[in-house]
């Protein structure tokens, strides 16, 4: 016993680890993380054989990677927020709509064709239908894709994972019916039962759970813990009521709750997230881990046909024909095609769904599992390592990546944002007031008039090129709530704001590190007294280091009192000069300043 204990506890370690440090290691070399956990899963497994799930959690492993999958799908739904669907745009509506169809109706064809049984081509459709957010915005934010097309892809994916995994909910549930010999009015008897309680628990749970967290009958501290605990039960008890119905009831609870403007949702939504990141690492090694090496050799030619019309015909017909009368560019058309990466979400709905198809004796569903793993590997490789290229080629790529946001128009920022576009830098001014923008707009700056922390902007502000973020508004509590939103997109490191108004001695009642960007330029700078400074005609300068001048020659000549603004690499990187990371300028660097008039020097 105590052996078994030692194993299944190594299991679990091994396990976590090498989904942890796939996820790291994709994070550092820029690399699609669902690749290296494909391969950890299949060096560990089919390769090395250091484990086996199957043997190792026995009859455990399809109930806990069920369980462990609901959590992944109510974490999908929650991310689904409808006004996004209305709000998107017609591109995104119909490919969401007539591009499901198409992709689910044609690919199931071409698996049936193919040598797939009807049930397994027509599950093996509905997942292919999913184009996984967790692949497909770690490309966009690698190819740095211009607006129009990046949204896109981006609602395309964050839409089509909970549908398309409602699909094969939808599909498996049917098929298990039929395949027992029932009836076809027995059949839609229990699909209805099932789709009905599915949607009791998880459309009316998650509602009654939403007014609890309204109403306060749940404290903050356990809103998170909760809602965990309520997906398990969700699930649990579909199950009981109806087989398989657990996965539908959790993705609609995630709708449910993610849709009703709870004021802890984004708190929930990052608690998810940050789960689903360990619960993806750990359940996809475990599944390509317990791939059968002799069902991976029975993909032969035919599968290797069924793949290529994924790829090369069933994506492109699909979307030619749902944005047909758009109006749509043809280079996007083009991208859209070509760009369809697969990811976990759908991996982990075949490894659910194929032991249940093969205990009803279906044919073919033990290569259901084996061909979604080789669809997201081909996918993941053949887009990730070309929509860099081919958007370049296309004119659909921002050219750079150094654009600097800055939050909140006034006259200081205003004249930094003119400074930076002199300098090649991309900048686009966003404030609330349309007054405040107006000399911005009249210097030809891009400029965003609105909440920067409204749905609208989220939807409509385009950052591709973006790469800094400057809050420069007079509000110390409203610059440290934007950086702190904005830190996931740029990156802590990435998010500045102006110096705050409290006086040295005070700086323990000042907002707390964790909550606020990095202070920007030196202490004291604040926008009033940057202000005051623009007043007493303060002007901006740049200075080119070189071989025979340095900085060293520039502080020299600079007035005492000359403030470091921004460097700009030869490589195009921009820095803002802080405390915290003071510029170090070398050879070949551009030195943005603001000093006094040369009267007062």
Known sequence: MAYMANNLIGFIVLVTTLGIAAQWLAWRFRLPAILLLSI??????????????????????????GLLVSVILFEGGINLRLHELREAGPGVKRLATAGVAITWVLGSLAAHFTGLSWPVAVLFGAIIVVTGPTVILP????ARLKQRPASLLKWEGIINDPVGALLAVLAFEYFSY????????????????????????????????????????????????????????CYGLANQ????????????????????????????????????????????????ANLDPQILMRLDWRSAVLLALVVFA???VSVFVSTVGLGMDWRERVLLAWIAPRGVV???????????????????????????????????????STIGWLSRKLELAATSQNGILIVGASNWSTDLAVQLKEMDIPVLIADASWYHLSQARLSGIRTHY????????????????????????????YNAFVCLRFAPDFGRNHVFQLPMHVADEQEKKSIKLAHRGIIALEPKTTSEELERRHHFKWQFKKTHFTQSFTFENHLQIAPADTLMVLLLRPNGEALFHSVEFPLKPQQGDILLSYMPPPSEH
Do not use: C
């Not at 060096?43 to 199957?54: H, K, S």
């Not at 395949?179 to 599915?198: E, N």
């Open 40 to 65: 950890a899963g299949l060096v560990v497994g089919p390769g090395l054989g250091w484990i086996n799930p199957g043997k190792q959690l026995g009859v455990m492993l399809d109930p806990l990677v």
């Open 139 to 142: 490309m966009l934010r690698q």
């Open 178 to 233: 039929s395949g027992s010999g029932a009836a076809i009015s027995q059949v839609l008897s229990g699909l209805a039962t099932a789709i009905a309680v599915s949607a009791a628990l998880g459309i009316g749970g998650g509602y009654l759970l939403g007014k609890a967290f309204t109403h306060d009958d749940v404290p903050e501290f356990l809103k998170a813990p909760v809602t965990l605990a309520f997906v398990l039960i």
């Open 241 to 288: 009521a109806q087989h398989e119905a657990g996965l539908l009831a959790t993705t609609l609870l995630g709708m449910t709750i993610g849709n009703m403007q709870l004021r802890s949702i984004e708190e929930l939504r990052r608690l998810k997230e940050y789960v689903s990141i360990l619960l993806v690492s750990g359940i996809f090694v475990i599944l390509t």
């Open 314 to 316: 069933v994506r492109p």
């Open 346 to 384: 759908a991996v982990v709905v075949a490894g659910v769904f194929a032991a249940g198809l093969g205990e009803q004796g279906y044919d073919g569903a033990d290569l259901l599992l084996p061909l979604i793993v080789a669809l997201v590997l081909i996918t993941v490789v053949l887009h990730g």
């Open 450 to 477: 609105g909440e920067i922390l409204s749905e609208h902007a989220e939807i409509e502000l385009d950052l591709t090129d973006a790469g800094l973020l400057l809050a420069t508004t007079s509000n110390d509590a």
